[in-house]
């Protein structure tokens, strides 16, 4: 990055000094970049540090220019990326020290600890919903992990399904609400209550829960008590603009259409970010992303829009049924400048959520700045929620996502060298350098078939190859959703994916090439599989064939969406050779959704994932052939197929650790068993 935080584009800086009327850029002692303009102080890493880049915009400037002006900038300053230094004339490896940062594992338990926790179904309620059924969420899992909240408790000899219930009572601001009995063991259990109880205002009440246990026998012999606390929401009708609510049961988000008349539909987020004067200059750009299908646009302001332009370009998405994510990266640490901008532009009803800290992590912005703005922005709005993206796999994770209700990752592995720094010429480890992938690890050594075309090689694969693995996207979906199970978050927050659409632009060090359109569908569908709820790309334009591809997606989406915003289904992953399987069960209907990893050909018997394939209709493919006893993947090909659920058979297929929170089934032989896995333990089972 040259003169901006990540994901600014290295080239943007000469753009930014013309549109802003900026004359020069100078730096501080330290060899800090100050840019003087509306956007305050621009940290800037080092000159020729490209992370993020689109063709189009570098079509309209020379790299020689580029690299001139960064040439006339002095970095004296040692700089972190995730808390890692990486430039060894500043910072030699040997002197560097660690991080810091890392998420503390909880530590196991011996004896069983009840996990009780409370919050309501639907954040926020609304005045108009007083009529309506209105409920609070109760999980009672018995853990043996020390997670958020997690205490003691004596439980009686024999099968948890037959511990009796725990009697809670939900009060709000010290009165009673409701009360209800709640079986042991459970996840979103609710309790209804009436909302015309409460009277709606712009603060939330405090929710306190209190669970009584008479199953087991304590040491004083009096009845276990366990309590929890959360926040709830009831708002007054908004006087305009629209509301996106978030479904605590299973953190899909739930909005009108974006023209503000109809009823609140679950939405799936899939689109690209993209600058706003590239929308700005051609509007039919927009009629042709509702057209392939997107539901969403995330514009990125790289100077100040006129106020036509904006309504030009956000009535032109309204229109044509498009939500947009509003993006403060610049603004997010400046409380004025936050305030304008949310009271600008909250009235808009095709307004879906708020974006604040872009890769925070990596540069390491003050701990508790997305904290901050989170609730400036809660203070002066509170009827959309606050999302922004993390970049880096393991720095300082609970203090920046807790500044957030939709946590991003952007985990980039295509065209990278995970393990050496081209840029310089380092080793990228847990403690050093920075390769654009953090902590990413290569494939196997010897896994050929997991080798591009473009590696393909006749000898067996070597360690350290720093040949890029899918199974990092998937890891760090999953490791999002850990922690949050881990701090008590599991509810309240969600985990969305933004998959690589960018390389292969002159002078990029970190990714020599972008992802072909169907390694585009294997990234996405990672992410979806392990528990992602929202695909919002880096960066349109792109390449026409992942913007192919993914218009393919995004068009059967609608059928798949169902059975991810379902509170009932339950969701199983399978590893079946190179191939991830997610499974959602219905009562009366079943996805499979297939990933290859593998650049070779790998088939699935249904057998492999439990299910007996009777009926089963594809409803979305690049690189797939059905069977009667199974399905083929071409390498890097992907399927999605519903049929009818059926009784489940016997495979002997691994099965990978499920996202926290998510009950899943695991089948051995015949015998079946529903657990939550977190950090590769068991934290109950039934």
């Given at each position: 990055?040259c003169?901006?935080?990540t ?5 943007h800086?000469?753009l ?5 009327g900026?004359?020069?850029?100078c ?11 509306f ?5 800037a890493?080092?000159?020729f ?9 570098m079509?309209?400037?020379?790299l ?17 990326w995730?808390?890692?230094y990486?430039?060894p ?26 996990a009780?926790?409370?919050v ?15 409920a609070?969420?109760?999980?009672s ?18 099968s948890?399904s037959?511990?009796?219930t725990?009697s809670?009572?939900v009060?709000?601001n010290g ?12 996840t979103?259990h ?9 009277t709606?205002?712009?603060s939330?009440?405090?929710l306190?829960c ?8 304590s ?13 709830l ?13 978030m479904?605590l049961?299973?953190g ?11 009823s609140?539909?679950?939405v ?13 200059a ?5 009629d ?7 539901t969403?646009v995330?514009?990125?302001f790289e ?12 009535g032109r998405m ?41 890769e925070p ?7 508790d700045?997305?904290s ?9 709005d ?17 203090s ?9 990752e952007?985990v980039?592995?295509?065209g990278a060298?995970?393990?050496t720094s ?10 050093y ?14 896994l050929?078939?997991a080798?591009p ?7 067996p ?8 693995s ?11 959703l ?8 599991e509810r309240?927050?969600a ?19 972008s992802?072909?359109?169907q390694?585009?569908?294997?990234i996405?569908?990672?992410?979806i599989?392990h528990g ?9 334009p ?8 993914a218009?393919?997606l ?6 798949i969406?169902?059975?991810l915003?379902d509170?009932t289904?339950?969701?199983?992953n ?16 079943t ?5 290859n ?5 790998q ?5 492999d994932?439990?299910?007996?394939g ?21 390498g ?20 990978e650790?499920s996202?926290?929170?998510v009950?899943r089934t695991?089948a051995?032989?015949?015998?079946v ?6 950090f590769g ?6």
């Open positions: 990055m003169g901006l935080t994901k600014l584009l290295t080239y800086i000469v930014q000094f013309a549109n802003l900026i004359r020069s850029p730096t501080d002692t330290d060899g800090m970049l100050i840019v003087s303009s956007r305050g102080i621009l940290m890493p080092p000159c540090q490209f992370r993020k880049s689109t063709a189009s915009v079509q309209s400037l020379s020689s220019v580029l690299l001139a002006a960064c040439f006339l900038i002095p970095t004296s300053r040692a700089q972190t995730c808390g890692k990486y430039d004339s500043k910072m030699p490896q040997s002197q560097a020290p660690p991080p810091g940062g890392a998420f503390s594992i909880p530590s196991a338990s011996q004896t069983p600890l009840l009780f926790r409370c309501p179904a639907i954040k926020p309620y609304l005045a108009e919903d007083a009529s309506s059924s209105a609070i969420l109760i999980d899992p018995v853990v043996y992990s020390h997670i958020q909240g997690a205490e003691a408790i004596t439980l009686p000899s024999g948890l037959n511990a009796g725990l809670v009572s009060s709000v009165k009673v609400l409701a009360n209800g009995a709640v079986p042991l063991n459970v979103a609710e309790i209804s209550f009436n909302l015309g109880d409460l709606p205002q712009v939330p009440y405090n306190s209190q669970a009584t246990y008479s199953g087991g026998s040491s004083s012999g009096s009845p276990q008590v366990f309590s929890a606390s959360s926040s929401s009831f708002l007054p009708n908004p006087t305009n603009g629209g509301v996106t609510k479904n049961r299973t899909a988000l739930l909005a009108k259409p974006a023209n503000g008349q109809g609140y539909q679950p799936f987020p899939i689109g690209f970010y993209t600058e706003f004067q590239y929308l700005a051609n509007l039919s750009l927009i042709e992303l509702a057209t392939q299908g997107f969403i995330h514009p990125i100077s100040t829009p006129s106020q036509a332009s904006v309504n030009e370009v956000f309204q229109q044509n049924g498009l939500y947009f994510m509003y993006d403060m990266r610049y603004d997010y640490q400046n409380a004025a400048n936050v305030t304008a901008q949310v009271n600008s532009f909250k009235s808009w009803s095709n307004l879906l959520v708020w974006y604040t800290g872009d992590d990596g540069s390491s912005d003050p701990l700045a997305t901050t703005a989170y609730d400036l922005i809660y203070n002066l509170g009827y959309h929620p606050v999302s922004l993206v993390l970049n880096c796999q393991d720095y300082y994770f609970t920046y996502a807790a500044g957030a209700d939709i946590v991003m952007d980039y592995i295509i060298n995970v393990n081209l840029m310089f010429n380092t080793p990228c480890t847990s403690t350098g920075d390769c654009g992938c953090d902590n990413c690890s290569p494939i196997p050594a010897g050929n078939d080798l075309p473009a590696n393909a090689s006749s000898t694969v070597p360690a350290n190859s720093g040949i890029g899918f199974n990092d996207v998937s890891d760090r979906v999953t490791s999002f850990d922690r949050m199970q881990a701090v008590g978050w309240t927050k985990v969305w994916s933004v998959p690589q659409a960018f390389g292969g632009v002159p002078g990029d060090r970190y990714w020599m090439r992802p072909m359109g390694e585009w569908v294997v996405t569908l990672l992410g599989n992602s709820l929202g695909a919002i790309s880096w960066s349109d792109t390449p026409v064939d992942i913007k192919g591809n218009s393919a995004a068009l059967a989406l609608p059928t969406t169902p059975f915003f509170a289904a339950i969701r199983t399978y590893l079946v050779g190179g191939v991830d399987v997610a499974v959602w069960t219905r009562t009366n209907e996805l499979v959704v297939a990933i990893t593998y650049y070779v050909s088939a699935v018997n249904w057998n994932v439990h299910v007996d009777a009926g089963a209709k594809g409803v979305f493919s690049v690189g797939s052939a059905q069977t009667t006893s199974g399905f083929a993947l071409n890097v090909g992907s399927a999605a197929f519903v049929l009818p659920t059926s009784t489940l058979v016997s495979s002997n297929s691994p099965k650790s996202s926290s929170g009950r695991l051995s032989g015949y015998m068993m529903t657990m939550v896995v977190i333990s068991v934290l109950f089972v039934s």
